[in-house]
């Protein structure tokens, strides 16, 4: 047979797949004309494409044989229930092994602690084998095939699995596939100057075509890395380096490297992972003259990605990271003919960054203007909510929206950075600029959780009524990423409000990265003293306790597209409605620090003049005008 027409036809591949089982037949036979079809839209001209097919084909095959009886009855399961990551019973939370407890068994012995905070879902940041000093927080992968060593064997991470599963909880892997380590064996080879392995990046003899590239692209990281190519000086080379100059772009126009990056998924969906987090996709394919982020080839790329996966391991699930502007961010859900194929779950990254410029103004007039110019995205998919985790806060806030309201976007940018980052106008927040761009003085925010919301300087001025504002503006931010329908993640170390970290200056290989400034060891002690002593921490953890509790029990916060932000004219509150059938929730948010009032209007049919508060358990009577104080939330079913 041609080589070319081989592409297109499944019983050449087939004729040697001995694999039974109707199941997998079926999901190959349903997928391989688009995946066909992609492929060819991709690496028509590619040197490599019938080889690096061939090798995809066999690897789905292999990888279907070594999946265990077990993940295969997961999976059926899961397909049968395709929106169990967006129900109200799921809470995530995202940790680092060694900052959390030292290894993977040390997290291991930790589950019931997850599971009485009622944590089921765990996003493992990244656990593969990194260089020593310079990886980027694990995101410079030396080896994907194997476990960071600090943190215990193959066999420790099976263990900890297989816990895992007995505790019905999931696991959520990081998986770096924009770049990896220099010093990945990739890498090593390249330098050699093995035009195999050369081709596994972007390699160029001068800085012609990397002029042209950056030309239109952004810098990432325009303080400490700043351009998109490191020198080599041992072959007077450029490569291309996006992020850190030790984390090489791999080059998905080499079909070579697609087919590796999906056998190592694979590989790991055979481990058990429930979840990829796929990191740093918007910018797996460059252009030159293109701004090259979310491209369309990068869509393309992770319809293969789901494709390959769901023959395989239908059960599992992938997040967009992709953290673009709305309008952007909604097609990672899949859009066109293969739209709901390509990520089921994406970063609510434009909330985020909102409930943080609405705590420092106290106005929620661009949260709301902004979250109805969201586009709906597909059924069964789902954003992950959240508040802080352990990258920085970009002010990406779109420009025309903030003009609209009469606000300069640049003024008003530097003034939310004024007020997290010095104290402005006597804030609360003890955060710090990170990635300043010179010119305009624009940056992003690192800083905890306890940091921005101002529990670090109560607890430094030893405030009590600042330690109560604190909490409250804590309380405020989980209980609407806890309401707001999706997965909420929880970063680790906020359920105790840990303070920011500043010993990482004292480390050569962090302090160039104040990201390190919300990234903690957990401190166990004041768990410990949370039954018996009423501490501030303690009151941090119970209320959210409480909260997740009650979001379990409430179908109306499971993600089925019921949103409805309610337009209401006091900017202090942010007010939303959510549905399931007939469970309808009122979700009322205080964003500023003024006590206020809201009115009976504001609820469609209100039935008598009763609502139920799921917070106090309680009935509310709702008057004509009904008070809310500051930072105050109230969950409302009707
Ligand atoms: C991700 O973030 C990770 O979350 C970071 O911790 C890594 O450093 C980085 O990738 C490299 O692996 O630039 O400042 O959407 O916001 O992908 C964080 C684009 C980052 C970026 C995001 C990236």
Redesign the pocket.
Known sequence: MQQAEKLSKLNFFLDDVKVNDKNFHLRLGANFPIISDIYQKLYAYSPHKEEAFELLMLSLVKNFEERSALQKKRDLTRVANPNWYSSEKIVGMMLYVDLFDTDFNGLKEKIPYLRNLGINTVHLMPFLDVPEFEN??G?AVRNYREVNPKFGTMKDFEALVKEFQKNDMNLIMDF?L??CADQHQWAVEARKGNPKYKDFFYFFPDRNLPNAYERTMIE?FPDTSPGNFTYLPESDQWVMTL?YGY?WDLNYKNPMVLVEMIDTMLFWSNKGIDIFRL??V??MWKEIGKFSQNLPEVHLLLQLFKLCGQIVAPGVGYIA????APEEIIKYFGEGLAQGDECDIAYNANFMALSWEALATGNTNLLKKSMNAVPKKPRNTTWINYAR????I?LGFDDKLVTELGLDSLQHRLYILKHYCDGFNGSFALGQRFMIEHETGNA?ISGSMAALCGFEKAMKENNENEFQLAIKRINLQHAVILSLGGLPMIYSGDEVALPNNYDYLNDESKKYDN?WLHRSKMNWSLVENIKDTPSAEALVYKRLKQLIEIRKQTPAFADSNDLEYIDYENTHLLVYKKTDNKDVVYVIANFSGFDTFFESSLFANLNGNKLFNLLTESEMEINEKNFISAYDVLWLRE
Do not use: L, P, S, T
């Not at 990271?321 to 673009?324: L, N, S």
């Not at 985790?389 to 920085?392: A, G, L, P, S």
């Open positions: 980027d927080g995101y770096v924009n770049h990432i992020f984390q990191d740093a918007a910018f990271e992709a953290i673009v985790c352990h990258d920085d970009g992003r990201r």
